[in-house]
């Protein structure tokens, strides 16, 4: 049973222009929610995070929406850059447990 | 900034040696976990640790053992590797400030 899901394995765009990608989880008891960014050869890093308590937050060219009533979020990269070119994970855990819940991952490809 | 060193960049081992996996962090994080990394499949814990000598299992434990002797190092254990335990295994500490998780480097195990 997949909790959190990533359903699109990849994803091209140009240099310049908006990426999104696109997270849905099933257990509403999640409260706090995180993206990773993964090059080859390298563990994942933290990007960005968002609390269950806000609908964005912003990080220079990285925006995360939460819609709670969809139970989905989105990372928005702009602009997209050669050097975001990685796998992107996004997870989800409930505050007070250490139990991270990650998405099988999208591979992004910014086209120069 | 956070460092978490894994031992071993790439293993291969044969079917049913014991095998370790070494792990260090150097932020006295209390927290600390193994995923294992598989395409298509996203990061699945296998067992994380809250504690000196202190552990639980996550989603995926069959197989394995771990070992907390000091709070710097988690050791991940494979009791008798078979060639399913084929995959790349990621070390990560748990940062309370920030509520995310900062990986190692991940070793790429193979299994023949």
């Known amino acids: 049973d997949q909790q959190v899901k990533q359903n699109s394995p990849s994803l091209s765009v140009q240099e310049g222009r908006i990426s999104i990608l696109n997270c849905d989880y099933t257990?509403?008891?999640?409260?706090?929610f995180l993206w990773y960014k993964k090059y080859p050869a390298e563990g994942p890093t933290f990007l960005i995070s968002?609390?269950?308590?806000?609908d964005k937050n912003e990080d220079g060219r990285f925006t995360v929406f939460l819609n709670k009533s969809a139970k989905h979020l989105s990372l928005h990269i702009v602009p997209s850059q050669p050097g975001d070119s990685a796998v992107y994970f996004c997870?989800?855990?409930?505050?007070?447990?250490?139990?991270?819940?990650f998405g099988t991952g999208t591979r992004l490809k910014v086209l120069a | 900034d956070v460092k978490v060193t894994q031992s071993s960049r790439y293993l291969v081992k044969r079917t049913g040696e014991k095998v370790f996996l070494e792990c260090v962090q150097d932020?006295?994080?209390?927290?600390m976990f193994w995923y294992r990394q598989d395409p298509g499949l996203g990061l699945r814990l296998i067992y994380f640790s809250y504690d000196v000598k202190m552990k639980e299992k996550g989603d995926i434990p069959e197989g394995y053992s771990v070992s907390r002797e000091k709070k710097e190092r988690f050791s991940l254990i494979l009791e008798s590797a078979s060639t399913n335990q084929t995959s790349m295994y990621l070390c990560a500490s748990f940062d309370r400030e920030r509520l995310a998780l900062h990986f190692g480097n991940g070793t790429r195990l193979t299994v023949t």
């Open positions: 997870a989800a855990i409930i505050s007070g447990t250490y139990k991270y819940i």
């Open positions: 932020m006295d994080h209390e927290n």
């Open positions: 257990n509403s008891m999640f409260d706090y």
């Open positions: 968002i609390s269950s308590i806000k």
